[in-house]
């Protein structure tokens, strides 16, 4: 088969949305050098754009099925992807209080990215293997210690929006997988409980502040400024918005981590309604095309796979859109394929690869 013939094979309904939503994170990056006459970010990451897109594609040549009947394979990346999470509290650098990433060089690697697409691969293959079994309580509970481990680890380095993924990530599969009504209950109230001892004994200051200041918003140059400054600058983006590069809260710096967090309120003010509805139809034609091929897919494990991150798409995305409108607590949760990062970018140009390898493979 040629190069071209295989092209037409690969699932453009998932690459062109991608791309379409790559470009609004472009734009919007170049809009925040701009404020600093500093391009070096929008450079990087259509560097990462790039290199993210030809990854997807050497990906799709391999037989996603490698994964799924290769159980030491799947085990050793979970293993590095621990040894990485462990290794950023002692070799990572300390940025704005918390070790995050490792440097290398004028790059960074977050170890989250990797994991989440291992773990979405553990546990489509432990509950393929097992769909029949599901009734059984004790799956959960053997499936739960694969996403607790990373997740203790993302939690107390402190990440709360890493560890939030990662929780709904797994409860998403076991819904898919089958799980009875009166275990998701029980899951519900131990969720509640540990919630609950967590607010009360694990929780830093400043955590509990970032989740009480969406609900009391009054500490306007405390704990509530970023969520104040994204709702007026959501609010000034009207029908059309004010322009590329001319959104004032960005251009005069009142909006804080404009190419990440709050990247969606630059986006909202530069390109105005017309352009957040142009970009929640990417979003969600995208999330549409991952769950027809979970839908079409002839066995469990494509099937859980591409759920899985269908699932992770859905929860960063709502979790971050809430953010931005103050609807949900800042957790630091990026825009997927929009906010400025090498490692979420590119972690999810492998996970639609792997979505194409098992597209051209029924």
Known sequence: MSFLAYLKKLDWGIIIPAVVLVCFGLAGIWSTGLAKNNF?????????????????????????????????????????????LLGLYFFAP?????????????????????TKIVLVVLLAKYFSMRHVEMYKFRHIIFSGLYVFLPALLIFIKPDLGGTAVLLFMWIGILLVSGIKIKHFLILAVCFLLVSGVAWQFLLKDYQKERITSFLFPYDYFGASWSQNQTKISIGNGGILGQGL???????????????????FSVISEEWGMAGVIVLFFSYGFL??????????SD?????????????????????????NLSILPVVGIYLPFISYGGSGLIGNFVSLGILQSIKTRR
């Open 287 to 296: 999330v549409w095309r991952v769950l027809k091929i979970a839908i079409e």
């Open 40 to 84: 070096l970010n929008f450079e990087k990451q259509l560097i990462f754009f790039i290199a993210g897109f030809l990854i997807m594609l050497a990906v799709s040549f391999f037989d996603y099925r490698m994964l799924r009947n290769n159980s030491y394979l799947i085990l050793i990346l979970y293993a590095v992807c621990l040894l990485l």
């Open 94 to 114: 300390i940025i704005k209080g918390t070790r995050g990433w490792y440097r290398l060089g004028i790059l960074s690697l977050d170890p989250i990215e990797p």
């Open 245 to 263: 590069g001319k959104g004032s809260q960005v251009q005069f710096g009142f909006l804080p981590e404009p190419h990440t967090d709050f990247i």
């Open 299 to 323: 066995s469990n494990f494509p099937r859980l796979f591409a759920s899985g991150f269908a699932i992770i798409l859905t929860a960063q995305f709502f979790i971050n859109i809430g953010m």
